[in-house]
């Protein structure tokens, strides 16, 4: 104690004069060095020429990707080619420059001098001398050949080809203004879906009209032998990659749910904001999965069983209509902070997140279930657990607002966290997604059931059919657009559930709209098909953790009988009250304890040690659902009721 009174003392004295003598005068003082950013701004001008860009995908079996660019320049002296940095729809600078390699620049056969900048290390400085009127660029992108290296985006079966991995640019230019002509090549007999048309096709060779670098990357490819087509309207397809012919063996009764996601989508929104719109469907237990969002396209990757195990893959049939509703809420509409003129020079901000994807989330399971992509049973189910997450499972709310999770895909960029609950992460997406059920709540009962979050919808996203540029937004406009549907005081709201701390967790779309949250000793068929496909043991709400079937813990709640034990995410359960460890063992044993059973003792290997601690839960085995209150249609029930 007396050492920590003096050390308080002293720093309290440390002020003005006394402060300044923490550096001695004598000690030798840097200057810090001005590092001006010679990168060229990106403008909005034509860029003069056509990049030629060839990407060879020929190398499945070791997932080596062969870039060739021809990019004209109109003098000599210093080029910047830029790899783009921000990922679009990824909302953080992902983009894996680490896996390029072997680049090399030419010019009529002569290698030019190139050096990276070293502060904007995605750029590339190269020397372009007199007399030259296009260089050429060569590079390899590296797939990931194990799990440790991040996706795999090539194997023997399947290719998923992203052109934003697989070139660059020349700085100076809006993406829009940059001119590109582009090629792949894939294995002969493997067939490339994509958003773009072909103009042309030689053996694995497929060429593709002159577009703009920006549609360019907006539109990526898979590719595969094992493919099928399913139309799904004039404007529509499902292009389906699998690792095997069996994977594709849709039936009827899913086509026909798929179609009907597209009807009801298009009743909702008014407006189609493409020319024609391709799922990239990949089912593969080998090539990475992928959830990501375009105007023309999505790139949906899922575990092999999407259609022949359909019943047990309700979390994959959810993915579809989250990426199928990007086209409007995301690429279409765009907040103004997310929108940039190229891939580098502007950071992308996320502060609106909560509606582009907070609302698409929420529109994903609207649309789940009135399409019967999802039942609606299985999508209030859905709901109940994302309700338990913010009711009891998110500790975090109390120190961070929901706003400030915006910040994640750069904070965070979606690594493994150790305590999940506490921190918290792209919270935005799902309790997000419980705001926006709020607000369709709030329009039917102020307007007496004649307006609903539908009239937002066809509002805010409905105008200019075929239009799929840019619209941007800003929460002016989003006030504005619920005031037109419904006046209330939308700004006030919003500040309260979004921006700040909230003391309770926004469940009035539920509670006030005919039903409530309850928790069960019997997990619903959401849970059971996610412990299945997670190959897990849910015990989020039975203690506070979730548990692999091989024991390892991959989940723990922050505050919970599971925390106070000393369990982490990484412990290892060896045995439940001296037994083996086994997921049904360890249920039972926490059912036991609920009826004044024994208190469960689990002996935990962490690292090179072991240790024996008591789980000290009575509650049981507790799941999450809802229960209807009443007799007549909520309007939780309306708004899930197909159109």
Not at 197 to 206: F, V
Not at 546 to 559: A, E, H, Y
Request: hydrophobic fraction near 35%; charge should be neutral.
């Amino acid at each position: 104690m007396r050492k920590i009174a003096l050390a308080l003392i002293v720093s309290s004295c440390l002020t003005g004069a006394a402060a300044a003598q923490l550096v001695p005068q004598l000690n030798s003082k840097p200057a810090s060095i001005d590092r001006p950013n010679a990168i060229p701004e990106a403008r909005d001008v034509p860029f003069p020429g056509t990049m030629q860009l060839t990407v060879d995908a020929t190398d499945v079996a070791r997932g080596i990707f062969q870039v060739h660019e021809r990019v004209p320049v109109s003098r000599a002296g210093d080029l910047v080619l830029l790899y783009p940095k921000w990922v679009p729809g990824g909302h953080s600078p992902r983009n894996e420059i680490r896996k390029v390699a072997g680049f090399r620049v030419s010019a009529n056969g002569r290698p030019l001098k190139w050096k990276r900048d070293p502060i904007e290390v995605h750029a590339f400085r190269v020397a372009v001398p007199q007399g030259v009127s296009a260089i050429d660029v060569d590079f390899q992108f590296l797939s990931a050949t194990s799990e440790n290296q991040g996706r795999t985006v090539m194997t023997p079966d399947m290719s998923s080809i992203q052109w934003l991995s697989l070139s660059m640019y020349p700085a100076g230019h809006y993406v829009r203004q940059i001119p590109v002509q582009a090629s792949v090549i894939v294995p002969n007999g493997w067939k490339v879906a994509t958003a773009l048309r072909p103009s042309g096709q030689k053996g694995g060779r497929y060429d593709y009209p002159v577009t703009s670098y920006e549609i360019l990357v907006d539109s990526p490819l898979i590719a595969g032998p094992n493919y099928r087509q399913i139309p799904l309207s004039n404007d529509v397809s499902l292009d389906v990659i699998g690792d095997t012919p069996a994977e594709l063996a849709a039936t009827p009764e899913q086509i026909a749910a798929h179609k009907r996601l597209v009807e009801q989508a298009v009743k909702l929104f008014g407006a189609q904001h493409y020319d024609h719109y391709d799922f990239l469907l990949t089912i593969s237990d080998n090539l990475g999965g992928n959830g990501l969002e375009h105007h023309r396209s999505s790139e949906d990757g899922v575990g092999r069983g999407y259609f022949t195990d359909w019943e047990n893959k309700l979390r994959d049939r959810n993915l579809l209509p989250h990426e199928y509703t990007h086209s409007w809420d995301g690429k279409y509409r765009r907040p103004a902070d997310l929108w940039t003129p190229d891939y580098n020079t502007v950071p992308m901000e996320g502060s609106l997140l909560w509606v582009y994807e907070g609302q698409t989330q929420f529109w994903g399971y609207v649309l789940g279930a009135r399409s019967g992509m999802l039942s609606k049973q299985d999508t209030l189910d859905a709901i109940a657990s994302t309700a338990a997450t913010y009711s009891t499972g998110t500790p975090g709310r109390a120190w961070r607002p929901l706003v400030d999770t915006t910040n994640d895909p750069t904070v965070a960029s979606r690594a493994p966290q150790p305590w999940r609950s506490w921190q918290r992460s792209e919270d935005y997406y799902s309790e997000g997604q419980l705001i926006w059920l709020d607000v369709d709540r709030i329009i039917r009962q102020k307007s007496g059931g004649k307006r609903s979050i539908d009239d937002f919808a066809r509002a805010f996203y409905g105008m200019r059919d075929r239009d799929y540029g840019e619209l941007t937004y800003t929460l002016d406009d989003i006030v504005a657009t619920l005031n037109q549907v419904q006046p209330y005081d939308w700004r006030g709201y919003l500040q309260q559930k979004v921006y700040a701390i909230a003391a309770n967790p926004p469940l009035e779309g539920i509670n006030d709209a005919g039903y409530k949250l309850i928790f069960t000793a019997e997990p619903t068929k959401w849970i059971k098909s996610a412990e299945k496909s997670g190959k897990n043991n849910d015990l989020t709400y039975s203690g506070g953790f979730v548990v692999g079937n091989d024991g390892k813990v991959s989940t723990v709640l922050w505050d919970s009988a599971a925390f106070n034990a000393g369990i982490t995410v990484g412990s290892q359960v060896v045995a439940v009250n001296g037994r083996n460890f086994d997921g049904d063992v360890l249920k039972a044993a926490i059912k036991a304890a609920a009826s004044n059973g024994p208190t469960p003792e689990l002996l935990i290997h962490d690292g090179d040690v072991y240790r024996t601690v008591k789980l000290d839960w009575r509650g049981g085995l507790r799941y999450p659902r809802l229960q209807k209150v009443g007799t007549g249609q909520g309007s939780l029930d309306r708004l899930l009721a197909p159109r």
